[in-house]
Each structure stands twice: as structure tokens, then as C-alpha cells.
């Protein structure tokens, strides 16, 4: 039988979805769980391989097990196999070709500035603290120079493994509430590092420090090396996943 | 000089405000911070000495230091000589005599419930988490049955040890979101374990699970052993302290 999960997880303890021997991953965790439930090997496919540090309010899972669960009794066994930081919301059964990553049509992120000179200590986990104060209409404006459909060499890793850079961004939309600034991307599918990448630029480009000049120069230039460091990860979360 | 300072931490990882040798607590770390800047030992002293886990977005403490300083080059030397989850916010000078516990004329403390059959794991930090249905009904009214000026025996630890146990609460309020309930309780000040004990109670009361019957009936008896135990501390927070 063919499963897909919705995982809510806090990416803070951990180093990223994808498994790696000997380190704290939640695809780990999960895999353990459900051989232990299942008796033998599972085999795990996330809409989205979230990074280290990275959160997820509905990350997608699917997988096959050799028993038939009632979806709520397989969500509370897998809760009662999983720690806290890490909670499946939802399970259903799907059709036996589902696979969360190929067949996902859309994905939304969000990601979070903390702009204020002191820290507020309940956002260091879920925040980027960026001490100085930024303009929010210009903000705006140069997210929207992301939307459609570019290459982003220049908003992921130099050694991206992918047969071609081109995507399509759907929306870019920011929210302004005192001391918190949230940005939210859509789209189909995104290059690794692209969002913390683009946020990153964003951020330059608002304090006037973009060598290129502007976003939209960015992106014509298809260089990786134009811009500095992707915004860090605890600021990251992967909110949902369109089937 | 004699200095206030206003403190928020994320007290998870804290054995609470008061010092105690070879534990990780707020006022050890402060008080370290201190020695540094001031070269000899400081004596602090907080509004409110939060328990292990519970948290403060508006902590008030006093103490005198032998240099004199600006109050923002005090708040980012103490930020520099804290963890992140503990945040100095604010710096002023005081009169000589201030004193941050004997002074204050009010505190207001946040209660979190996180009421849904799977906890979200961003709460799990900050919320106590209760897999069944309240009555929010009910919760506001029996809320208030605790406002007034009441010995609040039933409310306390067996052994408080305090001249008196009657307490003045001003005000208790209840927001509803979505899955999250949140209490409010203002007063000149609280027993040990008091807001917890109450949040405690008022859940057992919503459930029909109190064996004296009605909250208004715990109170009139003054009897700790009439209770369960106090709601768990990461739901607690000391939002702020009046003078």
C-alpha cells in the first residue's frame, strides 16, 4: 500500500531532510519508525529535501508499507516512534504510482526576518536577526522582479546538479508586522539554496550593497559569484506542497 | 549606580531565575555578565523568580554596579556576554533605593494551551499541550471565579512559605485562536506555582474533573491536596512587571 504524510517538523536539531549515516535527519528518524512498524526497510520520497535547519510546516512524504494501517492509527504509531520536534499531521493512502517528489505541482515557502537592533530570544530559532532597519516598499518591488520564469543560476549552488536552471516563480508576496518581515515564495520547483539565496539579495540589494545593481541584473548576469552568502536557514520554513 | 534592566529569555533550557551552583539559571548567567563588566561580584535582584522552563518576555531586575554607564552601551556589553535566548531589551538608572522585587506594583503572566489531538512541533517549546476539547465558555467563566482578593491556599505549594497567602488578581482573560487557548492573569503578586496550579484547575474544572466541584468551592476550602498538579512550566511566560 502507497502512503502520503504531511510532516510539520523543527528543522532547528537537525541536519536536513535527507538521511546521512551517524547525524540527526528526519528522514532517519522516519525511515527508523516505519521499520519498525513495518518490519523491514522503507523507502521515503519528501516533496522537498529541506537543508539543515531548515523547518517544515507541510513537507510531503510518501512511501509503501507491506501492511494495510487505518490512516489515524498509522499517524499516532508513527507520532509515538518520533520525537516531538517532528509530528506527522495528516496520512492517506494514494494511488500505488503516487511519489511526493515527482508529482508535486507546487510548492510555497516562507521565510523570516527579525529587524530590530536586540533579538527577540523566541525567534532565534525561526528568524533571521538582521540588526538593521529595512525598506519594506522596495522590498516589495524587487520580490516581484523574481516572479516568472528565469534562470536562477545566480540564486543557487555554483555546482547545481540539475539539467537546467530555469524556473517558474508563481508569487512573491512580504509581510510587514512590527520587528518581523515575512516573505513568501510560490512555484513549481526550486534549484537548491534559491530561496535563502534570493532573500539574501534581496536583503543586499535593500541596503544598496548589490554589486550587480539590481535584482533584475542579477538574474540577467547568470553568475553565481555576483552575490554573498544565502540568508541562514532558521529563517526557512517549506509551508506547503500542491498536488 | 543603581540599574533596571528589562530581560526576555526562553527559559527551556534554564533552571529557572534563581541561582543554584553548577545549574544553568538566568540569574547565574546574568550575574556572570555582570562580574565581567564590573570586575567584583553583583547582586541581583528580579521582579519575579520564574521556575525551571518558564519564560520572560519583560523580566525586571535591579542591581547596583561601581562604573557608570550609558544605558545602551550596558544593554549590548550584557548582550555580549549572554547566550541569545536570554536578551537584555532594556537599560535605565535608577533611584538608589529601587528595587526590582520589593517595588513592583503589578505582574502579568501569559498561560499557553495548545489544544489539538497532534501537537504542532513549533509550540512544543512555549505551550502546554492538551489533546482534548475545552469549553472556552467555561474557561472565561471560571477564570473570573480566581479575580479578586482571595487566599489562594488550594493554589500553592504545600509548603509556602509566605506570611500570607492571600493575593489580589485584577484581571483573567481568555483568547481563543484556532487550537491555541490563551490565559492572562494580572495581580500585585503570586504564590509559588500559582498561575500554573490555576491553569491546572481550571482545565481539571472544564473537563468535570474536580472532586470540589467548582473552582469558586477549591478556593473557599484552602486545601492543596484538593488538586492535581500544576500545568506544566513552558506554557508559562512573565510578560511584564509594573511599577
Redesign the interface.
Known sequence: MNYRITL???GTDYCGWQIQPGLPTIQGLLNDALERLDGAPVTTFAAGRTDAGV?A?GQVVSFRLSKKWAGANL?KAL?GNLP??????DVATVADQFHARFDAKGKTYRYRIFVAE?????W?R?AWHYPYALDSAKLVEDAQTLVGTHDFTTFTVANCETKTRVRTITEARVECETDLLTLYFSGEGFLRYQVRTMVGALVDANRGRLNAGSIAELIARRDRALIGAPAPAQGLTLLKVEY
Chains 1, 2 share one sequence.
Do not use: S
Not at 536586540?118 to 523566541?122: I, Y
Open positions: 510539520a517538523y523543527d523547518h510546516e499517524r507520532n516531538p520536534d517532528v509530528r506527522v499531521l536586540v533579538m527577540n530570544p523566541f532565534v525561526y
